[in-house]
């Protein structure tokens, strides 16, 4: 039955959170007004079960701010699934992370969105680059395996090489990384955001840190706004398996998004307004996925009407069947609507051997809504156009701060380099 599709959800269990970040999608700060009881979320838990679920992620807001988090984390243990969890770090104290090991949460990711000035500043809250490394160090003491994420943004770009030598010396097993996208407080700060011709300063950075971080024991997971089919694909998403890439948008697939209401959603990170497939206290779980468009728009994939959302340059793209616009969100929050996802690195090379380059900038503001997006315009100019002295902030490679610790590694496979700056073929071949 289709509903069985699903296998893993993120739960948002509240919305209320003990810092300000600057990029939160979801304006965190305050509970949503009824959020589930104790009983509707343990009930949650029993029909998630039922639809499927093998592994649930509890997010906030931040999640231990929720009085009955660590009773909901032992009912997903003992109903079989897996359970983890995202935070921000700010605060969980060694005897908190004894109790998160008791309740069977058996790996955490710590957000780590720059070095410390700029992860403080990021984060709305002076001292929270200490606190999340003191919450890492608590968790390597009781035993609990965790990782990291980063938001790749222009302030946090620079820095992701001592990010990484930051977070490897803490003991993270895990890294992922995405984009930042206009979604929520980050609509409100477009200009920390990276235009998408900067993705090609962008991504042999990336590559340079994760061949290192992969020798060194950290596993580089890409988010679903890295990549799609430039030459480091199959490097950074497939750790180099030759048959393993993005194969499209598995928002409602095997993935499903639920906000502390008991909204649903095909992915956590859609935009609440359009994607919002039910709730549960109307409906079942199972009702909501199996039933609902806005958690079936993906299954198409495959056939013609598959790629009919798609508009502008992922229309005629040659990937276009495969990929079917990228990650869902990004399109969304950037244009309004679905199907022409600017930050590609296939899409960022291929303009620029037609010697083009382009920008996003904000045309209609966000509500000031959770999960809000508002709307950008898209220009095309030419690639060696002077950029303006009013984008301080503009990233690119001599910008990067690479330590001195950084001196012995190779820059990047000379292959790429020539596939990067378009002497040889520039895109995956499938």
Not at 39 to 50: I, K, N, Y
Not at 83 to 99: D, L
Not at 344 to 363: D, I, M, S
Not at 391 to 401: E, G, K
Request: include cysteine.
């Amino acid at each position: 039955m289709t509903y069985h599709r699903t296998s893993y959800a993120v739960w948002e269990i509240t919305l209320k959170c003990n810092l300000a970040c600057s990029h939160c999608g979801s304006r965190a700060g305050q509970e949503r007004s009824k959020e589930l009881s104790t009983e509707e979320a343990l009930d949650l838990v029993r029909q998630m079960t039922q639809v499927g679920i093998k592994e649930v992620t509890l997010i906030g807001g931040e999640a231990f701010l929720r009085p009955d988090w660590l009773q909901i984390a032992e009912a997903i243990t003992e109903a079989g699934m897996v359970c983890t969890m995202t935070t921000g770090g700010y605060g969980i104290s060694i005897e908190t992370a004894h109790r998160m090991k008791e309740a069977g949460i058996v790996t955490v990711s710590v957000s780590v969105d720059g070095l410390e000035a700029t992860h403080n500043q990021l984060r709305g809250k002076s001292g929270s680059w200490k606190q999340c490394f003191k919450t890492m160090s608590n968790f390597r003491e009781v035993g609990i395996k965790f990782g990291c994420n980063t938001q790749l943004n222009r302030l946090s770009a620079p820095e992701f090489p001592q990010i990484y030598e930051h977070i490897r010396d803490a003991g993270a097993i895990a890294w992922q990384i995405q984009l930042t996208v206009p979604m929520g407080n980050a609509a409100d700060n477009a200009d920390i955001l990276l235009q998408p011709c900067e993705l090609l300063d962008l991504y042999p950075m990336l590559v340079r840190v994760a061949r290192r971080a992969r020798r060194e024991g950290v596993d580089i997971q890409p988010g679903n706004n890295i990549g799609y089919y430039g030459p480091y694909e199959r490097f950074l998403r497939g750790r180099g398996n030759e048959w393993t890439f993005w194969q499209g948008c598995a928002a409602g697939l095997s993935t499903l998004g639920i906000e502390a209401d008991g909204a649903i959603k095909g992915c956590p990170s859609l935009p609440t307004s359009a994607y919002t497939g039910g709730n549960i206290r109307n409906h079942s779980l199972q009702e909501i996925v199996e039933g609902t468009e806005e958690l079936r728009f993906n299954l198409g994939a495959g056939t013609p009407q598959g790629t009919e959302h798609l508009w502008g340059f992922c229309k005629i793209c040659e990937f276009a069947e495969l990929c079917r616009g990228g990650c869902t969100w990004t399109a969304h929050v950037f244009f309004n609507r679905r199907g022409n996802n600017p930050y590609c690195h296939h899409r960022a090379l291929t303009q620029a051997k037609r010697g083009l380059r382009e920008r996003v900038f904000p045309k209609v503001s966000a509500p000031g809504l959770p999960f809000d997006n508002g709307e950008f315009a898209l220009i095309e100019e030419p690639l060696d156009a002077p950029w303006s002295d009013n984008d301080p902030l503009h990233f690119r490679s001599d910008r990067i701060q690479w330590s001195r610790n950084w001196q012995d590694e190779p820059e990047s496979d000379s292959r790429l380099d020539e596939i990067q700056a378009g002497k040889i073929g520039g895109a995956v071949k499938l």
